[in-house]
């Protein structure tokens, strides 16, 4: 755009500004996980540890920390799994064959809309009638829900992308359809596929209403750990709670680095072509 | 399997080929059966019964009384469900609005740094949104905290008292302010990819002609840019509608209901004093808006297809 040497100085400034303001917190929950809780509950605080400890990793590890990803990953795997198997032949069909038009779309879209509150009350219900109330599965179930306009989305987009043409030569050659798919869409869908399964994974990890109403003492997602860390009555166990951070924020920023081209387009519902 | 091959244009101008209709209709619908059956299994129970549940009383021991269009009479009645409205589309229009005009300015600006910079901000405006919400909110709480957070501490260093934040008639411009820093790297990078989609000839042309950075601003970015404007603003209106782990996190609604956004009030009705009834018209008005927000956000979304692949 303009190459004037004014404004890119104020572009520069803009953007050191705005990554101050967006790292600044981020920050303060570095040195929190690290500093010893005593330095933590302190007047004045302090903006760089005068300690180092790993307290809060330790509260934040064995106080629903641990088990909390175990179980995160559970559902989240299970969410994955279900929606890619559920919702890929789908995006295919509405790609491929346009079915169900406009409508099918929307309808399917419009389970992502849903806001979470509303069926709380019916699925604890049904959760409890099924006695799968506080297991990995009305998890899974709950978020797939969530999950699967989504993959529906994107990777009708990607697949629009894919010349039929490449399909049609293969079937020229006798090979049957599912040959065709493995070997010649699914390669070209690949990226396609990681940003969708990226966005489905960490959406279901961080889900956190459905989490908490839905579960009890036996599954406890890693979200639904934080406001269970506290210190005395009622007051949050900061160190452990940014420690708990940490460990999402560390994974997070690697993905973000390498996949981003990748999280951007599912971010944009694939809409967005670069 | 022989295969009768169609020609057809789609609405993209590219063309493609089909299978012919009659062979393909009944396998295309087969492969989609499975994921329909599971949506409308898994989603259509709930909503039913969400509906049965508005038109209803429950009587803790007894069961359900039908009650008609009672609850939706006495939420419409109900001034806390209109303050609960209030609270949310406050929240939603000033977080969404500083959101847009933050991120806007970003995504302008990340255009002219280099590409190494971009990357390395990309990964780090990715992270805020990507995060936890639940740690986002426990972190901005205590970075609210009178006493020993941050932020009172920064203030009293320039002489300024800090408030209780959280707990005092602050408490929803906090929330908004936790949002905004939550939500407009989002904005920025999705701005940035429609800035970046957009073809770089049109612009050179108009440099050419000695247009001013104004004018190519106002007259070529900024209408070029409206569809993925509206795709942002309505992905965030959908969810700021939602709004619910912050606050229940943060503010718990309070102090008093200053920070009752209608989500949390339903869960409140629903949850706390077991009105379900309640509850569920409450939630049969909320999805009626966001569906019809649904409807317009489909639109956006193939107006943006259409800017960005250049038709």
């Given amino acids: ?274 | 399997m022989a295969v009768k091959a169609k020609t057809l244009e789609g609405d993209t101008g590219v063309t493609e080929r089909r299978r012919s209709l009659s062979e393909g209709k009944s396998f295309a619908w087969m492969l989609v059966a499975p994921c329909l059956l599971f949506l409308l299994l898994v989603g259509l129970y709930p909503t039913i019964y969400v509906l049965a549940l508005s038109f209803s009383k429950f009587h803790p021991g007894e069961g359900l009384e039908f009650v008609g269009l009672h609850n939706f009479i006495r939420a419409f009645a109900s001034p806390r469900f209109w303050h609960g409205l209030y609270v949310t589309g406050w929240f939603a229009i000033i977080s969404i609005g500083v959101q847009l005009v933050f991120g806007f300015v970003m995504a302008l600006s990340l255009q002219q740094v280099s590409v190494r910079v971009r990357k390395i901000m990309t990964t780090l405006f990715l992270t805020p949104f990507m995060m936890t919400p639940a740690v986002v909110a426990i972190l901005w709480k205590q970075i609210y905290h009178p006493t020993f957070g941050p932020l009172n501490y920064v203030l009293s260093l320039f002489g300024i008292k800090g408030p209780l934040w959280v707990t005092s008639k602050w408490a929803l411009p906090a929330l908004v302010v936790a949002d905004v820093w939550q939500w407009t790297p989002f904005m920025t990078i999705l701005l940035l990819a429609g800035l970046q989609s957009l073809s770089r000839e049109i612009y050179e042309a108009a440099y050419v002609d000695g247009a001013t950075a104004w004018q190519v601003f106002k007259d070529m970015t900024f209408p070029m840019m409206r569809p993925f404007i509206f795709l942002a603003v309505f992905l965030r209106f959908i969810d700021a509608f939602k709004l619910f782990d912050l606050i229940f996190i943060v503010s718990r609604g309070g102090p008093g209901d200053l920070t009752e956004s209608i989500a949390y009030y339903t869960y409140v009705m629903g949850f706390k004093y077991f009105d379900l009834g309640l509850a569920a018209a409450l939630s049969v008005l909320q999805l009626i808006i966001i569906f019809i927000m649904g409807k317009l956000l489909l639109n956006q979304l193939s107006r943006v297809e259409e800017v960005s692949r250049g038709t």
């Fill in chain 1, 1 to 274: 755009m303009s190459t004037n040497k004014l404004s890119r100085v104020v572009a520069h400034v803009i953007v050191l500004l705005g990554g101050l303001w967006t790292a600044l917190p981020l920050y303060w929950m570095v040195i929190t996980s690290i500093k010893p809780v005593a330095e933590v509950w302190i007047y004045p605080p302090t903006f760089w540890p005068r300690q180092l400890s790993a307290e809060g990793f330790i509260e934040a590890w064995t106080h629903g920390g641990a088990v909390g990803i175990k179980h995160s990953i559970i559902v989240a795997i299970g969410t994955l799994l279900v929606s890619l198997i559920l919702g890929l032949p789908a995006a295919y069909s509405i790609s491929r064959f346009r079915t169900g038009g406009d409508d099918l779309s929307f309808t399917i879209l419009s389970f992502r809309f849903m806001p979470p509150i509303a069926p709380a009350v019916a699925f604890w219900i049904l959760a409890t009638r099924l006695h799968i109330f506080d297991t990995h599965l009305i998890l899974i179930l709950v978020n797939s829900m969530a999950s699967i306009p989504f993959v529906v989305w994107i990777m009708k987009g990607f697949i629009d992308e894919i010349p039929y043409a490449i399909e049609e030569a293969a079937q020229v050659d006798g090979a049957p359809w599912l040959k065709i798919v493995r070997d010649h869409v699914l390669p070209l869908a690949a990226p396609g596929l990681v940003a969708v399964s990226l966005f489905v994974l960490i959406f279901t990890w961080n889900e956190f209403l459905f989490a908490t109403i839905l579960t009890g003492r036996f599954v406890s997602t890693f979200p639904k750990a934080v406001p269970g860390m506290t210190i005395g009555v009622y007051e949050p166990h900061w160190a452990a709670v940014a420690a708990q951070g940490m460990m999402v924020v560390i994974p997070i920023m690697l993905l973000s680095f390498y996949l981003q081209k990748y999280i951007v387009r599912g971010m944009t519902y694939g809409a967005i072509r670069q």
